[in-house]
């Protein structure tokens, strides 16, 4: 049975910095990608960063600069830092992680697309205050 779990949200003022973690276990694929998505009341779940089987991040426009994906060292882990909080990244932060086939293949660069991805955690909150 595959659990992901977040930790690390938590109230932040602006221009503050949270730490994000996601500890994954029983993903049977042998290498697969880490993702990061955030969700607030009434939008779309959105893709901010994720790490290709490659090695390679990709992140989306609104927190280029400021959030960094990373792997930990313990197997099944991942990072989400986050730097120069603004009170638009207030919501709540998914860990994902999904199989990946297209970048492993080569195909394409890991996706930022919510149905693109394979296993979900229950969400952590991040609330930024101004």
């Known amino acids: 049975q595959v659990q992901l779990a977040e930790s690390g949200g938590g109230s932040v003022q602006a221009g503050g910095s949270l730490r994000l973690s996601c500890a994954a276990s029983g993903i049977a694929y042998v290498g697969y990608c880490m993702g990061w998505f955030r969700q607030v009341p009434g939008k779309e779940r959105e893709g901010v960063a994720a790490l290709g089987t490659d090695g390679v991040a990709k992140y989306s426009d609104s927190v280029k600069g400021r959030f960094s994906v990373s792997k930990g060292l313990a197997k099944g882990t991942w990072y989400l830092q986050m730097n120069n909080l603004k009170s638009d990244d207030s919501g709540t932060y998914f860990c994902?992680?999904?199989?990946?086939?297209?970048?492993?293949?080569?195909?394409?660069?890991?996706?930022?697309?919510?149905?693109?991805?394979?296993?979900w955690g229950q969400g952590t909150q991040v609330t930024v205050s101004s």
């Open positions: 994902a992680a999904g199989d990946c086939w297209e970048v492993v293949a080569g195909i394409s660069p890991v996706s930022l697309l919510e149905s693109d991805w394979d296993y």
